[in-house]
């Protein structure tokens, strides 16, 4: 994988006098089947800090805001998330740093894989290790 296929994904939001509504549906919206959500909040440190070998995710600022940085084998490019209509699609084998967060930021986590602990690469070096090993 590479940067070149992380990117900010618009998420359909419909306005009315009642309100705005924002929805996502798999293999539509997003690249992917949904099999996975999550959020994380209250945070008080980095997040993130790994790739996952056949998992894609798509995170969304739900309040707040955060950066991520995310890495393949030869760059590094950073995003800051703080619209709630935009999240960040980030396939497989994509490392990825989540950090700067408001206090009140939550994100919200879509994924195409259930969690398995083994699915993990925890820091750059077992990465870079593992794109290498691909080759």
Do not use: W
Request: contains cysteine.
């Amino acid at each position: 994988m590479s940067l070149e296929q992380v990117k900010i994904i618009d998420i359909p939001t419909h306005e009315d006098n009642r309100g705005i509504l924002s929805s996502i549906e798999q293999n539509i919206d997003i690249p992917f089947e949904i099999k996975r959500i999550f959020y994380v909040h209250h945070i008080k440190d980095k997040r993130g800090c790994h790739a996952l070998i056949d998992t894609d995710e798509m995170l969304i600022p739900i309040a707040g805001s955060f950066k991520v940085r995310v890495y393949d084998k030869t760059a590094s490019k950073i995003f800051s998330l703080n619209n709630l209509t935009k999240g960040l699609y980030i396939p497989r084998l994509i490392f990825l740093e989540m950090y700067d967060f408001t206090e009140d930021a939550v994100c919200l986590v879509l994924a195409n894989y259930k969690y398995d602990p083994n699915q993990y690469l925890r820091n750059l070096e077992d990465f870079y290790s593992y794109i290498d090993n691909l080759k």
